[in-house]
Structure formats: C-alpha cells, structure tokens
C-alpha cells in the first residue's frame, strides 16, 4: 500500500491479494465508488453504469443485471445464442483453408455479436454497424492500452492541448454514440411497450415510465453511456483473452493436446461442447483459468473509490480518495500461485486433478464492482474455446519457442502482440 500523485490526484495503490481483498471484498462498501478516468469520464460524463457513483450507479447497476437476466444472461437461452454464434465462427475459421490470418478480427466480430444480441438485435457478418462498432472498440482498446492513454488519464487538461492518437479516441467515442443513437431512434420508431425486444426496449419503457420524474436516472444520456459501456465490456476484453489463449495453446502443444483429449473423451465430435460439460472436464477449465490469470487482461482494474472517510490498515483514507487495485499483482501473487511467472494450468487443478477454485482469481475484479457481463464471458470463453479446440488444431507460423507471450502494451489493458496461425481440420 502507497501514495502516488497522478498529476494533480493523489491516489492510494493496493498490491497484492491480500490487501485487494481486504479492500473490494471483506471492506466492499466503503472502496466501492469508482475513481476517476479521464479517458472515459470525459466522454461518459458518469452517466453510463461503469463509471457512475452514488445512486445512479446503484439504480443502473440494479436495473441492468435484471433486465440482462431476464433476456437470459448465465441461463440456457444465452448458452444457446453464444453456441449458433460459435458454429458462425467455427464457419468462418473453415473458409481460411488452413491458411495464415490474423484472428482479431474473426474473434472479435463473433464475440460481439452476442451482447449485440441482447442490446440490440444481431447483426450479419458484413453488416457495416457491426463492423464499425468493432473497428471503434478495437481501435480505442489499443489507443487506452497505449502511453497517450496514460498520459491522458494523468494530465487531461494539457493534453486537451496536444495533438495525438487520443484525439482520435474521443472522435471514436462520438462516432460510437451516434451510432447507438440511430439504433434507439429506431428502437422508439418500432417500440410496443409490452413486449420488449431487447435491452434497449426495456430501458425506453422504464424512461417512459419515469419522464414525470426530475430526479430519475432514466435519460436518453444514461441509455446511450450504458449501452456502450456494454458493448465495450462485452467485446473486447473476451476477444482479447482469446487470442491470448490463442497464443499459449500454440507456445504449449502438450497443453492443446491435453485440452483436446479431454474434449474427445467427455464430448465427442457428434455435437458441441455444452456448459453442463463443464464439470466433467477440470483440465480444461484450469487452462481457461490459467489463461485468465497469465493474459491478466485488465491488470490495473478500474479506479475505484472511498465513499467515506476510510480506516484501512492502520491509515486513514479521505473520503473521495482514488484508489487503484492492482489485479495484476494479486495475478502474479507468489503466495497464493506456486510459479506465477510461468503458465501453469497446475495452480487450478488438487492433488487428484479436480478444478480447484483460488480466491485469487480476479480477472473480474471483485465486490461491489465486479464485471456485469461475469457470467456472460465465463459461457463465452469455455464454449468458444472447446469448440474451436474439437474441430481444429491451432498452429503456428513457426517455432512454438519463437512465440513471445509478453503484452505488446499494457495500460488499460494487456494486449498480446499481432500474429497469425493457421487453424487445421481435426
């Protein structure tokens, strides 16, 4: 635990497990309002559900994990979208023909489709609102990811200033929401109040139902910063973990092997992997876990922030204070993972080889804040990941040992370096 001046912010940073945990988890109350970040604040104004506080957040966060309940999030209806949209993709990794490609865009185009699904409606393949929305994500992920997007998140007001590659981002950002707002105009164009099609519907009947009242959080702002923070969250962390996982089942052949021999045996090739497969298959489940860790995708989390005046291990925090919890410390933790510099599928497997759960996973993060879309992406990863894995071998260009598993930027998040591999036929 120690202070550092971001610019002008003073922010507390926690590190390792045991100190993120006693802040998110055991004091979750008082760490859970949601620090500032300028890269998003600027844009969001606190309107959407990842960067809102106070009631606002508690009223969007409680309608929203409703209304994606209900449209099937974490229950079989989700599982079967995210299942025809895996056969879309298994589709598309056939057209390549064993030849080289880069799969960001493949991956990234059929991950988002799902929570499209359930924002809005889904999209076709070459359907140009899908393909923007991709290119704008993708484009601001790196930008974020990369030292203009520090530097912004440290020195907002110079850097308003200075031309460069966040200016681009925040043009990214008005061509996303004006994209969103032609999908609601068509949604109110459309709309029958008592059988909503999708997220958007149910949040139009409930600004309908509200519009008398001053103080709701019920706008046309707060519909637009929730559905991007959705789309963003929906689409690229999971692409991102699975061209990590990508690249370490290629480094690792004996692990892709493995991981295929346990398909075969417990599910066969006559149909596609299921979620009910899950328990019958704790190799598998520890790579995707170890994956999570390694990849460490959002290694610093989000800000967060004290909501009162705090006393955390013999200090007292001011109310307001930022504080940054750094996952990947608690990722790489040496007490609670036996060699967390090297990818180990072992760190989620007992003595009998049976999936062991660690409390130190946290690629969600964890308490009050933790990730919305959770169950959503768990479905995605394990389904996307067995299904590829039972028709195809992943291959490299050239010698797994030339593979190079380190981030190409970290920032934001953890972005693995651009390659290519082929995708052969079982």
């Not at 993120?20 to 959407?48: C, H, I, M, W």
């Not at 953890?414 to 082929?422: A, D, G, K, S, V």
Request: charged residues 25%; contains cysteine; neutral net charge.
């Amino acid at each position: 635990m120690y202070t550092v001046h971001l610019g002008p912010r003073r922010v507390v940073v926690l590190s390792g497990y045991q100190a993120v945990k006693e802040a998110l988890v055991d004091q979750g109350e008082d760490f859970s309002g949601r620090g500032d970040y300028p890269v998003f604040f600027n844009f969001t104004k606190g309107n959407g559900i990842a960067f809102s506080n106070g009631d606002r957040w508690k009223v969007l966060r409680k309608f929203s994990v409703q209304i994606l309940r209900n449209f099937g999030m974490g229950k079989r209806s989700i599982e079967e979208r995210i299942l025809e949209e895996g056969s879309f993709l298994l589709a598309e990794l056939r057209k390549t023909e064993g030849k080289p490609f880069d799969p960001t865009f493949v991956l990234s185009r059929s991950v988002s489709n799902i929570i499209c699904s359930v924002i809005f409606s889904r999209f076709d393949y070459d359907d140009e609102r899908l393909l923007t929305i991709i290119r704008l994500i993708n484009d601001n992920f790196q930008i974020m990811s990369g030292p203009w997007g520090e530097l912004y998140n440290i020195f907002p007001g110079l850097l308003d200033w200075v031309p460069g590659p966040h200016r681009r981002l925040f043009r990214n950002y008005g061509c996303m929401k004006d994209l969103i707002a032609r999908s609601v105009r068509d949604h109110q164009d459309s709309l029958d109040p008592s059988s909503p099609r999708d997220f958007i519907d149910c949040f139009l009947n409930k600004m309908a139902q509200e519009k008398q009242d001053p103080h709701s959080h019920f706008h046309m702002d707060t519909l637009l910063m929730t559905t991007h923070n959705l789309l963003f969250g929906g689409t690229e962390t999971v692409g991102t973990t699975l061209r990590h996982a990508f690249l370490v089942l290629m480094k690792y052949p004996k692990v892709q092997a493995r991981v295929q021999e346990e398909i075969d045996r417990v599910v066969g090739r006559a149909r596609l992997p299921a979620l009910e497969d899950r328990a019958a298959m704790p190799y598998t489940d520890a790579v995707i876990h170890e994956v999570q860790r390694f990849a460490d995708v959002i290694p610093m989390n989000l800000p967060h922030r004290v909501t009162r005046d705090t006393a955390f291990r013999g200090f007292l925090i001011p109310k307001g204070t930022d504080i940054i919890t750094l996952l990947n410390t608690v990722h790489y933790d040496p007490s609670q993972f036996l060699t967390p510099q090297e990818f180990n599928p072992e760190h989620f497997l007992d003595a009998n080889q049976s999936f062991k759960k660690n409390p130190a996973f946290m690629p969600f993060s964890a308490g009050r804040r933790l990730c919305l879309g959770e169950s959503l992406a768990r479905m995605e990863l394990f389904l996307y990941l067995t299904a590829i894995l039972q028709s195809f071998s992943l291959q490299p260009l050239g010698a797994t040992e030339d593979i190079d598993l380190t981030p190409l930027s970290s920032g934001l998040g953890n972005l693995p370096r651009p390659f290519q591999l082929c995708v052969r036929t079982r």
